[in-house]
Each structure stands twice: as C-alpha cells, then as structure tokens.
C-alpha cells in the first residue's frame, strides 16, 4: 500500500510563499499505471476543500481561490507532488493534505472533492500571518 508523506508547511507572513512536498512511499515506487492526484486543505471549523489537481498526463486543476498564486507539479521520477503557494493569504492558513486516487486517471471526475481519492497522507500545517 502507497503511503503518502507532505512536508514544506510552516509560519510566513501575508505575501510569502512556500512550497509542500509530497512524496509517494513504497518500495515499487508508484506503481499505478495511471492515477490521480491532489491537494486539499481543512481550516479549523471548516470542511476539507479541494485547491488542485493533476494526473499522470499532467492535466490540471485549481479551485477558484488559489487561481493565479497556486501551482501544482510532479516529479515522477522523485514519486513527488509539489505545491508552489505563492502571494499567501491569511485565509490560506490550514493543514494541507496530499490524496491520491490509483488505477485512473483524473479525466473528468470531480478532481476537487475528497471522495475522489483513496490514499491520504497526514497533512501539513500553513500558517499565515497577517
């Protein structure tokens, strides 16, 4: 079973940047031949939300709110997801999770809804100050 790692969260100010990580544990690698992945976050009170998507084809996804700041990326030969936050919002401020959805490719399903995805990791805190 894959088990997924995120670090790179942290404290910043209003206007910082930072970059989450997350990496795909096992020892065959990744070893769907297609798959899904994503990032989400949860504030407290709040229900965990969608921020983006991408599959192995590199197609992508965002949620309106981090449109233009957020970017999402793969290095598949480092089993990695990567989330660049740029111009970062207090209403940023949340743990940060990594899911993955195996055996298909995102397509045209709902990419920025928790049920989607099978695996998750253990999150990461963001806090950002104003």
């Known amino acids: 079973q894959v088990q997924l790692v995120e670090s790179g969260g942290g404290s910043v100010q209003a206007g910082g940047s930072l970059r989450l990580s997350c990496v795909a544990s096992?020892?065959?690698?990744?070893?769907?031949?297609?798959?899904?992945m994503g990032w989400f976050r949860q504030a407290p009170g709040k229900e965990r939300e969608g921020v983006a998507s991408?599959?192995?084809?590199?197609?992508?996804r965002y949620a309106d709110p981090v449109k233009g700041r957020f970017t999402i990326s793969q290095d598949i030969a480092k089993n990695t997801l990567y989330l660049t936050m740029n111009s970062l919002e207090p209403e940023d401020t949340a743990m940060y999770f990594c899911?993955?959805?195996?055996?298909?490719?995102?397509?045209?399903?709902?990419?920025?809804?928790?049920?989607?995805?099978?695996?998750w990791g253990q999150g990461t805190q963001v806090t950002v100050s104003s």
């Open positions: 991408m599959g192995r084809d590199a197609r992508i």
């Open positions: 899911a993955a959805r195996p055996y298909g490719d995102c397509g045209s399903g709902p990419v920025l809804s928790s049920g989607f995805y099978t695996i």
């Open positions: 096992a020892a065959s690698a990744f070893p769907y031949s297609k798959y899904c």
